[in-house]
């Protein structure tokens, strides 16, 4: 393994994480905030460590399938806990391990939230934690590889690396380019929701970071009562168009974009993840219509709450947790499945889940009809059988964590619907969950044990569990180290 280059990869990426948090910064001082130290002291922190990791290592070299699992995996867990700081040192959090939860939470767009009262931050911290959320969303690696042209063929190592799920074909033959395309369109989304939520009466500061925590399937709010606290229809629905596109394939907007809006209604994943949206919304406003609630606001609140859960953005316009049982279950459900392959939204992906009800439908098929060739085809190609594992052994695997973090959880006192909802919520980055960790509360009942087990949860759902758990693997390290 070539740790030279793993660390000058490195280096470079927390120079720019450097001069990112210069934003804040300048936030700050234009505001005169007490904050200005803590990111003064983190900038120059983060960008000493990087300009040491760059000197000690070396461009040189080949960048394998593990220098990229490496690089991915270390930029991912340094980013977090260089990005802790600010919200320590300014007392924002109690312990550096809240921080460091608040964080990781921001980066892997998950929305769980350890800060009781976020009226009460600054600007620039609010500000901060938005960005998190954004520079995560589509992926802290991804642009990296826009700004840093030069690793050269092993962008597709890094881009897989953090990327790992079920993609669509690339929409460009270059890396660069495909990744330069995705944040272009990112961008231009997150423009245009900052001006619309502006103009249907949010303030500017609050419209750029919804805007931030809504196109990355974030969460975060500036208001403790989340999209409560505005109570306003017109920006509940834009929030819930935006939430959808967030939510579906980036890759097949430029698709759509370049060739035509039609690719976007032939892809079956995008049809399937409207459908489950519009049944879950039917289902839950029925509940909540037979419980006494108006129609309209029935349909408006199901419709916001759906979406929320489903792109696992996480925002709240009613509180869910004192909702129906059936409404309840739907939705912990829908936190499972989360968007579409290629978007900034986590859980199982719904491409995922429409390769195992094939799957599962062939295993029947075949249990009637034994010498049979089946095969199965998606969006009218056919899927490679090792395609068809890698999501089982996935599936198996998500399943299995979240067993897994259950219990852990629950061993810390929490009751089991509890223990599991936080669990989901956070291994399939939703952000809120039901109980002590509902939509009106925050993780900060979490003792440090909790925290750092959905500290794991929410890396791994991010990085889609394999990214991580190979470079868990003594075998991934057993390679002769090229210097």
């Avoid at 049944?279 to 108006?294: F, N, Q, R, Y």
């Avoid at 996480?314 to 499972?336: E, N, R, T």
């Amino acid at each position: 393994m070539n740790v030279r280059l793993i660390e000058s990869v490195l280096g470079w990426l927390l120079l720019v994480y450097a001069a990112i948090m210069c934003i804040p910064l300048v936030w700050a001082l234009i505001g005169k905030e007490s904050t200005t130290v803590p990111f003064l002291i983190t900038i120059v922190l983060t960008g000493l460590v990087g300009f040491v990791l760059t000197h000690y290592g070396r461009k040189e070299g080949r960048m394998g399938i593990r220098e990229g699992f490496a690089i991915v995996s270390g930029a991912w867990i340094l980013t977090s806990l260089f990005g802790a700081l600010p919200l320590y040192l300014s007392n924002a959090v109690p312990t550096y391990l809240d921080g460091v939860f608040e964080t990781v939470s921001g980066l892997t767009t998950t929305g769980a939230s350890v800060i009781d009262n976020v009226e009460v931050l600054s600007q620039s911290l609010l500000l901060w934690r938005s960005l998190t959320h954004w520079l995560g969303g589509m992926g802290i690696i991804v642009l990296f590889i826009v700004f840093l042209p030069k690793i050269g063929a092993g962008a597709v190592h890094l881009f897989n690396a953090e990327v790992p799920g079920p993609m669509a074909e690339r929409v460009l033959p270059r890396i660069r380019d495909n990744a330069a395309r995705l944040w272009q369109i990112y961008v231009g989304f997150t423009l245009l929701q900052i001006v619309l939520l502006g103009l249907a009466g949010m303030s500017w500061f609050d419209s750029v970071n919804h805007s931030f925590a809504t196109m990355a399937t974030g969460g975060f709010s500036t208001k403790n009562s989340s999209i409560m606290y505005f109570d306003n229809p017109l920006i509940e629905y834009i929030i819930i168009v935006f939430m959808i596109i967030a939510g579906g394939n980036f890759g097949l907007y430029f698709l759509a974009w370049s060739r035509g809006l039609k690719h976007i209604w032939q892809d079956t994943e995008f049809r399937v993840y409207l459908a489950i949206i519009a049944v879950a919304t039917l289902v839950i406003s029925i509940s909540l219509w037979l419980v006494g609630d108006g129609i309209g606001t029935s349909l408006r609140q199901a419709l916001f709450q759906v979406t929320s859960i489903m792109t696992t953005t996480g925002f709240a316009s009613a509180d869910f947790d004192k909702w129906p049982s059936l409404a309840k279950i739907v939705l912990f459900l829908l936190m499972f499945i989360g968007g579409s392959a290629g978007s900034t939204a986590g859980g199982i992906k719904v491409a995922r889940l429409i390769l195992l009800v094939k799957l599962a439908w062939a295993e029947l098929r075949r249990a009637v009809h034994p010498r049979a060739v089946t095969s199965i085809n998606s969006g009218g190609k056919h899927v490679d059988p090792l395609m068809l594992q890698t999501v089982a052994v996935f599936f198996f695997l998500f399943m299995a964590i979240f067993g897994l973090a259950t219990i852990l959880l629950s061993a810390t006192g929490l009751e089991p619907f509890d223990a599991m909802s936080a669990v989901v919520a956070t291994l399939g980055n939703v952000g809120p969950g039901f109980g002590v960790v509902g939509p009106t509360t925050t993780f900060s009942s979490i003792n440090a044990f909790g925290e750092v087990v959905l500290i794991c949860c929410m890396l791994l759902g991010r990085l889609e569990l394999f990214t991580l758990l190979v470079v868990l693997q003594p075998e991934f390290w057993r390679t002769r180290k090229s210097w």
